[in-house]
């Protein structure tokens, strides 16, 4: 096989206790009546202090179940977390018991979710389900919690605070809403916040506010932020760094600039080369061909091969490993450097 | 709010009049003889055919004179004036005499419910296929399957008669351990209801969304499941034990008849036993009144717990 | 492949049954053709449960009962002679002799015609009113939708037992056949609505259909369009209501046959002859408990057979 003209060593592994949080080849699965889908197969990536991450990826790419792991939240049975670690502050998350688990929610790690509607309890009022945090995990009183909650809404640029307390959430619009929902998930100061495409179910003006106000939000409070997303759009504004997933996996890795400029990886060239681009005329929009895997039965070795213009025997035979590119880049692709040559020209 | 209730009010007040038309139309319209028809087959004497004629108009004839005496029968309706039995006693004071072993025994009904049924139903809701769940499954397909002219002889005959566990009948002036077993065969069919809608309402919440917020906020699993999810899911099961208690009320018959529980449903049994038409025409309007008043509160109760109705 | 078959037959014979091209008829039996692998799924589901064999058992064996009472016995149920009140079993009368001393499992046998009678009956006369109704407000929408579905809730609110009371009090001193279809009328002018709810809102999917939409394009009327290709989808979840409420109509028939006011002597019911155990129960308490087991097996059969097929067609709450 001639593929190894350039020579990308292996990654190395990320030495102990240097990232705020960190995944390490998580495998989760789901048992349904039909089979074992198996839905994270080995995804690994860090977040440091200060920074945030985009987590990149189709639907069923296993990003939001990842971060739901994280959260420890995810419904078992169906799901098993069935190997890995998630370190936060260099303790295994997954080693934990249910209520020390519970302590890290919102305090350390918060999350926010796509759909606030269905995401927020219909029948409290906002004020009394941000105050809830407060009271249940801080031990405020009723009067305090009301007081850090206008806080909190007026933080998250709500209109008004004071006199929305106690409106309920099909009371609000969509942004108004997702802003209900940063403000609940900022109640307890995370070191951590994963935002579980916040954006998606927004209009498209809205989700630029959103998307303001989520980077504003992460300096001010120094915040570090994991970006769930399928909108590649979405990201360049934003991100330090993205991890694209492809069936379960981490396909390629790298900061934004580069990835942007030349992305290694087929999956995300194609991505990339589906976004209709303002500076270039008369382009034909390429698509991916086929269709997302059938987590069920991926395919065998490399599970983007079915659908990659770049596929070879081996692709099919080997499953790739994480190639390091340069400047920290990992491209889980057998022709990592081909592809990332061919996208710079 | 005050709208909505205004609006709920008014179309109760236009569903009571089509009721009762429909109830004094069946009852008088159309009939050779309107007297003969309230008394069915038994004879009547002429006193009584003279207080009947007085009493329901029933010289004026034609469209007018029906509405005429539909609205006299209106009238006497809600002043509370329902004219004699075909034994002579005022109606009025037969049902004021009833009421309040009706509602004692709908009451115990209502209690074994709550306490059984919605209890259960949240168990099996949260261990949804446990063994529990499974079992009051069945359990419950049971209960509604066996009809109650089943369920009250058999439970009368077993527990009263041959275990003597309860007293068979309850008689003039029942207490509430000769009401127990009567309540509880009245209530088994809403228990039975009751616990599988919370079970489902219960099941159902548990998977939606906002459980997933509430657990990311890190709550405690007592308080996600006591707090958030039974405030959502108990809003249909509290709407259904409402017009289930106007059912209680009104749907008493055969187990007061069986017990001999001298309630409401009990006078009516007898009132159509014995062929007493005014006695019938009298409790049925009542109940009318009660089952669309009970249906009224009930839709205020939804209101007030659910905000997505109170705002629209 | 040998699945399929047994699919096959089982449809035959339901079509069979029931009379051929009458709309509500129990013809499909729960397997709508449409989704194949749905109803291959909900029948393999449906095989292996014990609940769906034996209720299937007692309905056949109560529709046997009520078609030819006189397989099961040789007793004339109306043969009562005083002398034997309250006697123990003899001869065929294997549970012995009521107050009025008649053949009490005879008379049990017997009564399975009226019942299943009135429920059939009543089931029939329910499935046309819903499916005209359901059929008019879920395909035509708009003010016909409105008007209905104010309508059914208007019926809805009506309590069943108090209306019943009302109506057949009008025809207490009419002939037996006037007041058995005075029941089958009570029951199916008012417990059409929840099947009506259930084919309204399956016609509201099947409408949006592309092959309904092809139908359209292809120039197929209204009429055609509604018979041909949305009432087969709207029947299959209308069956297992139907099947169920067949159910409860039997236990109203008992119910208001109990009360007086349904059937009457010499026409021979569960209800009446529970009514009769009743007041007898502390000298006998067979002439009681006999007909209410009858009673109760069959509402219970009808009522567990239609519950596990609308389980095998409906997976989501398992």
């Known amino acids: 096989m001639s593929h190894s003209a ?37 995804v690994s ?5 200060g920074e945030t991450l985009a987590v990149l990826g189709e639907s069923g790419s296993g990003k939001s179940v990842t971060a739901q792991a994280i959260m420890g939240i995810l419904d078992t049975p169906p799901a098993n977390v069935r190997s890995g670690q998630i370190l936060y502050r260099g303790r295994d998350l997954l080693g934990q018991s249910e209520e020390q688990r519970r302590q890290v929610r919102g305090k350390e790690i918060a999350m926010i979710f796509q759909d606030a509607l269905s995401a927020l309890n219909p029948v409290f009022p906002v004020g009394w389900q941000i105050g809830e945090t407060l009271r249940h995990r801080e031990g405020m009183s009723r009067g305090d919690a009301r007081a850090r909650t206008v806080e909190l809404m007026d ?12 409106d309920y959430p099909h009371q609000f619009s969509g942004g108004m ?3 209900v929902m940063i403000a609940m998930a900022l109640a307890l100061n995370p070191k951590v916040l994963i935002a579980d495409e ?18 504003d939000l992460r300096r001010d409070l120094d915040m570090a932020m994991i970006l769930i997303t399928h909108d590649l759009g979405v990201v360049a504004g934003v991100a330090d760094r993205i991890a694209v997933m492809y069936a379960g996996r981490i396909v390629e890795h790298a900061d934004v600039h580069s990835l942007y400029r030349a992305p290694a990886h087929p999956y995300t060239k194609g991505l990339l080369e589906s976004i209709p681009r303002l500076d270039v005329r008369g382009q034909a929009l390429s698509t991916i061909r086929g269709l997302p895997p059938n987590l069920m039965r991926i395919p065998s070795g490399c599970p983007f091969h079915p659908r990659c213009p770049y596929v070879q025997q081996v692709c099919v035979d080997v499953v790739p490993h994480d190639l390091v590119l340069g400047d920290g880049r990992t491209s889980a692709c057998h022709f990592a450097q081909e592809v990332c040559d061919d996208s710079a020209r | 709010m005050l709208r909505f209730i205004l609006r709920r009010l008014l179309q109760m007040v236009l569903a009571f009049f089509g009721t009762t038309l429909i109830v004094y139309a069946l009852m008088f319209a159309g009939q050779g003889d309107p007297i003969q028809a309230l008394a069915g087959e038994r004879p009547v004497t002429a006193a009584q055919r003279a207080y009947l004629t007085e009493k329901y108009h029933l010289d004026a004839t034609g469209v007018g004179g029906f509405f005429y005496r539909y609205f006299d029968y209106l009238k006497n309706l809600l002043q509370g004036d329902l004219g004699q039995s075909l034994t002579g006693r005022q109606i009025g004071d037969i049902l004021a005499a009833a009421w309040p072993v009706t509602v004692k025994l709908a009451l115990i009904a209502m209690a074994v419910t709550i306490v059984i049924g919605v209890t259960a139903g949240v168990i099996a809701g949260i261990r949804r296929g446990s063994i529990f769940d499974n079992a009051t499954l069945v359990l419950t397909l049971l209960v509604l399957g066996i009809p109650t002219i089943v369920l009250a002889p058999l439970a009368q005959y077993l527990l009263g008669v041959k275990w003597q566990l309860f007293p068979p009948t309850a008689g003039a002036n029942p207490d509430l351990y000769a009401l127990l077993l009567p309540g509880i065969v009245l209530g088994s069919l809403s228990l039975a209801t009751a616990l599988r809608l919370t079970r489902t309402s219960v099941a159902e919440n548990l998977r939606a969304d906002y459980v997933r917020t509430a657990r990311s906020k890190g709550l405690v699993k007592r308080r996600i499941v006591g707090v958030h999810v039974l405030r959502n899911s108990l809003i249909p099961v509290i709407t259904f034990l409402g017009v289930e208690m106007g059912n209680l009320m009104s749907g008493a018959i055969i187990t007061e008849g069986v017990f001999n529980i001298p309630g409401i449903g009990f ?37 007030v717990l659910d905000p997505r109705i109170r705002y629209e | 492949m040998s699945d399929f078959e047994t699919v096959a037959a089982t449809e035959n014979q339901a079509a069979r049954r029931g009379p051929s091209g009458e709309p509500g008829a129990p013809n499909q039996v729960g397997v709508p053709r449409k989704p194949r692998s749905l109803a291959g799924d909900a029948w393999r589901d449906l095989r292996r449960k014990p609940i769906f064999w034996i209720s299937l058992f007692l309905v056949v064996l109560v529709a046997a009962m009520a078609v030819v009472p006189a397989l099961f016995t040789a007793n004339d149920p109306r043969d009562c002679v005083l002398s034997r009140q309250h006697a123990g079993p003899s001869g065929g009368a294997i549970f012995g002799y009521d107050f009025q001393g008649c053949d009490t499992y005879s008379r049990a046998v017997y009564g399975a015609r009226a019942s299943l009678l009135v429920g059939a009956l009543s089931a029939l006369f329910t499935g046309l009113i819903a499916v005209v109704v359901g059929m008019l407000a879920g395909y035509f929408g708009r003010w016909v939708d409105a008007v209905l579905s104010r309508v059914i809730d208007i019926v809805l609110g009506i309590p069943l037992l108090l209306a019943a009371i009302v109506l057949l009090k009008r025809v207490s001193a009419s ?33 949006e259909q592309d092959y309904v939409a092809a139908a359209r394009m292809l120039g197929a009327g209204n009429g055609r369009i509604m018979w041909r290709h949305i009432l087969p989808n709207a029947l299959a979840p209308a069956i297992v209501v139907l099947t169920i409420a067949l159910g409860s109509f039997i236990s109203a028939e008992a119910t208001l046959s109990f009360l007086g006011i349904g059937l009457k002597s010499p026409t021979i019911s569960w209800g009446i002859d529970i009514d009769a155990g009743r007041v007898h129960m502390r000298e006998s308490a067979t002439p009681l408990v006999v007909p209410s087991t009858f009673l109760a097996l069959t509402v219970l059969a009808f009522i567990m057979l239609g519950d596990a097929i609308r389980d095998a067609f409906d997976p989501k709450l398992r």
Request: avoid cysteine.
């Open chain 1, 45 to 49: 990536y860090h977040l440091d202090a």
């Open chain 2, 267 to 303: 006078n009516l049994f007898r009132g159509i036993r014995t062929e007493d038409g005014p006695l019938v025409v009298g409790i049925v309007s009542v109940l009318v009144v009660v089952y669309l008043v009970s249906n009224l509160v009930v839709d205020v109760l939804y209101a």
């Open chain 1, 6 to 42: 350039v020579k990308p060593t292996p990654a190395s592994p990320t030495p102990e206790g240097g990232h705020l949080l960190e995944v390490r080849d998580l495998h989760v699965e789901f048992r349904t009546g039909e089979g074992v889908a198996r839905v994270i197969n080995g």
């Open chain 1, 155 to 166: 933080l998250v640029r709500i209109p008004a605070a004071a006199s929305r307390l106690g």
């Open chain 1, 177 to 179: 809403r997702q802003r």
């Open chain 3, 175 to 207: 002939s037996d056949n006037v007041r058995l279809f005075a029941v089958i009328f009570v029951l199916a002018a008012l417990g059409w609505t929840t099947a009506a709810r259930v084919i309204r809102s399956s016609v509201i999917t099947a409408k």
């Open chain 1, 198 to 215: 916040p954006t998606t179910a927004l209009d498209v003006t809205v989700q630029a506010q959103i998307m303001d106000l989520l980077a």
